[in-house]
């Protein structure tokens, strides 16, 4: 192939990193996996990293026959987030994916975000819109925020995961790193670092499919999640400091969380704490108020809260007006 002005080959260019953590998934691995290698831009190489699985997911990788795809092993259990980097350090291609072992791309997911890396604004990282498939039926999350889009990022705006993630190793250099104190949303805490000094580009239409599963799994994942807020409130609380606002926000959409799992007690006291911080707010000095008077009137006030936005989304969707 032609030589690059730098003295890098096409191919070299061209070459998309595809990590793939996975911990006892043998049911599931072979459906992502496949759906890496199919993808319509070929010119890839999918790292498997075995986080020591205990059943059949080392046999089903052994069957796949694609020199593409390289397996490795961690002798004992150490978790996604080292599990991924252990995967991009060991990753050839100047960018780098993510595809969980439970998820699937749609073949042109890869060709679409190298289209938007080229696009012009330069940026460190892209994401894509996703279908998402909750046993009974699939809905479409459309990518939305991009930009130098910093402060949106610290919010952790939804819909992002790690599947829907592709980097720029030559732009992002050393900021490619999951922290492997932070259990979930891990892809929100790269994105803040990455957004910081780089543009982050958006695929609106959804190019992969999230699978969610039923019951204890997505409660565990709500509480996972709340836990990140937090996490990501203190890793970045001089950021904060300097944006009330932004700090009262967040702190709500935490109680929103806590909330959800049940947690009153820990809500009320994020609502008390959003108040504190941003007090010219009406929202959050209400509900702070009635988290004031205890905790019956708090739970009534923020679950008619939450069924009102309920209510005002349900009309949105009609296309109708709240």
């Known amino acids: 192939m032609d ?24 049911d599931l691995i072979e459906r992502s996996v496949k759906s890496a290698l199919q993808q319509t831009h070929q010119e890839l190489e999918v790292i498997v990293v075995d986080d020591a699985s205990t059943d059949q997911t080392p046999a089903v990788l052994a069957r796949l026959e694609d020199s593409r795809v390289r ?3 961690h002798e004992r259990n150490e978790g996604q987030c080292r599990a991924r980097n252990r995967g991009v350090r060991e990753s050839r291609g100047r960018y780098v994916a993510f595809l969980d072992s439970d998820d699937e791309w749609l073949p042109p997911k890869v060709e679409r ?17 996703m279908w998402v498939d909750d046993g009974s039926g699939r809905h479409v999350e459309a990518a939305r925020v991009e930009g130098r889009a910093f402060e949106e990022f610290l919010t952790l705006p939804g819909p992002i ?5 592709m980097v720029d190793t030559e732009a992002v250099g050393s900021e490619l790193v999951f922290d492997e104190n932070i259990r979930c949303a891990v892809e929100g805490d790269l994105l803040i670092r990455i957004s910081r000094e780089h543009v982050v580009g958006r695929v609106a239409e959804p190019l992969y499919v999230r699978y969610l599963h039923a019951g204890e799994q997505i409660s565990r994942e709500t509480r996972c999640y709340a836990g990140a807020r937090r996490q990501i409130l203190n890793k970045y609380a001089d950021d904060f400091r300097q944006r009330p606002r932004l ?3 967040c702190l709500f959409r935490l109680a929103l969380t806590e909330r959800k799992v049940g947690d009153y007690a820990r809500a009320r006291r994020t609502v008390l704490e959003a108040a504190e911080v941003d007090p010219t707010n009406l929202r959050f000095r209400t509900l702070g108020f009635l988290a004031s008077l205890g905790s019956v009137p708090f739970r009534l006030g923020l ?11 349900a009309v949105a969707r009609e296309g109708g007006h709240a």
């Not at 690059?4 to 998309?16: A, F, I, Q, S, Y």
């Not at 995961?161 to 993630?165: C, F």
């Open 3 to 26: 030589a690059l002005p730098d003295g890098d080959t096409v191919r070299e260019r061209g070459l998309v990193s595809v990590v793939i953590p996975t911990y006892n998934r043998a």
């Open 71 to 73: 397996v490795i092993r």
């Open 113 to 129: 975000q190298l289209a938007r890396f080229a696009s012009g604004d330069n940026p460190g990282a892209t994401y894509t819109g």
């Open 161 to 165: 995961t790690t599947t829907g993630l």
């Open 247 to 249: 700090a009262a926000t």
């Open 303 to 313: 679950n008619a809260y939450t069924s009102a936005g309920r209510m005002r989304a």
